[in-house]
């Protein structure tokens, strides 16, 4: 009987040990895990950080891009608003009868220009890698992308408009009745008194303005939306 007690207490206190145990087992299972997950997210943390780092990299050289096609759209501008003023006084002149006048060789250097741009994409194609959801801003993403998918694209749409009119339209003529002609600084005519009396001329100055206009409008608009981008890019840089 004594011997059977003692089996009795033998179990109970193996089982009290095997309980135990089996607390001990499952509360080291639950502090590893926390510490898998706590690892985790560490590595999450950090890994995001270093994500957020080139992020915040590229908006800066989105930055740097933008600024450089401020430049390039002002200077473009500039010289745009001179060429139109010039077609505008060679097609008064025209009508007037008053070819040749002074500097009219400079003046027809100047009609039908294409000016060519570069505007530069390469920081916003990186962070659309990154992907453009990573901008919590949705007026700043917003804008970047109505910027670089619908203004860039008219820009340079108006421009090809622009070059087609020059090369296919305007250099044609000049071969035909210009001496001679020079990019931007000189164009002779073989006969002035033919140009006086050419409607075709005429006609083709009037069409390449509206064309040339058109143009102008896009960077005007395309030089507000920079100015419109810089401030939230700034705020997003710096925090």
Known sequence: MIKFFRHIRYNLMSENKTGKYLKYAIGEIILVVIGILIALQINNWNEERKVDFEVVKTLAEIRSNLISDSLSIRETRIKKVEDINIQYRVIHELENNNIPYDSINYHLGRVMLARRIVLVDNGYQLMKKFGLERLKNQKLRNA?????????????????????????????????????????????????????????????????????????????????QIQHILPMLDERIKK
């Open 144 to 224: 970047l992308i109505s910027y670089y998918t619908n203004s860039i694209k008219k820009i340079l749409d108006d421009t090809a408009d622009d070059d087609f009119e020059f090369i296919k339209v305007f250099l044609p003529y000049v071969r035909s009745y210009f001496r001679d002609y020079s990019w931007s600084k000189q164009g002779v005519p073989t006969d002035y008194e033919h140009l006086k009396s050419d409607q075709y001329f005429l006609t083709m100055l009037k069409v390449n303005i509206k064309n040339e206009e058109s143009t102008l409008e896009q960077l005007q608009y395309a030089a507000k």
